[in-house]
């Protein structure tokens, strides 16, 4: 009984260690899970953070949310929350060149109602909307696991953009992040 617990044991053991080498000697450039922060939205009184799932190693699916700061008034968006899907061109896995095509679920200031003397204006209710677009940019990755992204894309609104002074939603970033 005893040698058979042990044998046990000592098989468990290297099986373990066999695991462990295993996920040691992964290439962390291809690795499936990315998270991403913008750096430029600060400029704006807003967030951006996302994350992208690599389907294999030309496409990936993603997701990515833009939220003003409590109390900042960014120019016209409030919010928007963005699914994407995204196709490399590069030779390594999932890097280099993109191209992109998402959705967006929007929240947009409401149309202005400015009064005579044009100094003055009324702002409506939120408008809430759907948008679809498309844009493209570059993403490189280290050894390491780092991310270094630029992106810009360009899309419409679908069913409300009459009650807003705006009809489309830009999405531009330079990112940096962390594949794992």
Same mark, same amino acid.
Do not use: C
């Given at each position: 009984?005893?040698?058979? =617990?042990? *044998?046990?044991?000592? *098989?468990?053991?290297?099986?373990?260690?066999?695991? %462990?080498?295993?996920?040691?000697?992964?290439? @962390?450039?291809?690795?499936?899970?990315?998270?991403? #922060?913008? #750096?430029?939205? @600060?400029?704006?009184?807003?967030?951006?953070?996302?994350?992208?799932?690599?389907?294999?190693?030309?496409?990936?699916?993603?997701?990515?949310? =833009?939220?003003?700061?409590?109390? %900042?008034?960014?120019?016209?968006?409030?919010?928007?929350?963005? @699914?994407?899907?995204?196709?490399? =061109?590069?030779?390594?896995?999932?890097?280099? =060149?993109?191209?992109?095509?998402?959705?967006?679920?929007?929240?947009?200031?409401?149309?202005?109602?400015?009064?005579?003397?044009?100094?003055?204006?009324?702002?409506?209710?939120?408008?809430?909307?759907?948008?679809?677009?498309?844009?493209?940019?570059?993403? #490189?990755?280290?050894?390491?696991?780092?991310?270094?992204?630029?992106?810009?894309?360009?899309?419409?609104?679908?069913?409300?953009?009459? %009650?807003?002074?705006?009809?489309?939603?830009?999405?531009?970033?330079?990112?940096?992040?962390?594949?794992?």
């Amino acid at each position: 009984m005893k040698k058979n =617990f042990l *044998l046990a044991m000592i *098989l468990f053991a290297f099986y373990s260690v066999n695991a %462990q080498n295993t996920k040691t000697n992964e290439d @962390p450039s291809e690795r499936k899970n990315e998270i991403k #922060l913008n #750096l430029i939205s @600060p400029l704006f009184g807003a967030v951006e953070g996302g994350y992208e799932r690599h389907l294999n190693k030309n496409s990936s699916v993603g997701i990515s949310a =833009f939220i003003v700061y409590h109390g %900042q008034k960014n120019e016209d968006m409030n919010y928007y929350i963005s @699914p994407y899907y995204r196709y490399y =061109f590069g030779k390594k896995y999932a890097s280099g =060149f993109f191209v992109e095509g998402f959705g967006a679920f929007t929240s947009i200031d409401g149309k202005k109602i400015y009064s005579a003397d044009r100094l003055t204006f009324t702002e409506n209710k939120d408008v809430y909307d759907v948008a679809l677009g498309a844009g493209l940019g570059w993403k #490189l990755i280290t050894k390491k696991g780092l991310v270094v992204e630029a992106n810009a894309g360009y899309g419409g609104l679908l069913f409300n953009a009459k %009650q807003t002074d705006h009809e489309v939603v830009a999405k531009f970033g330079v990112s940096i992040g962390y594949r794992f």
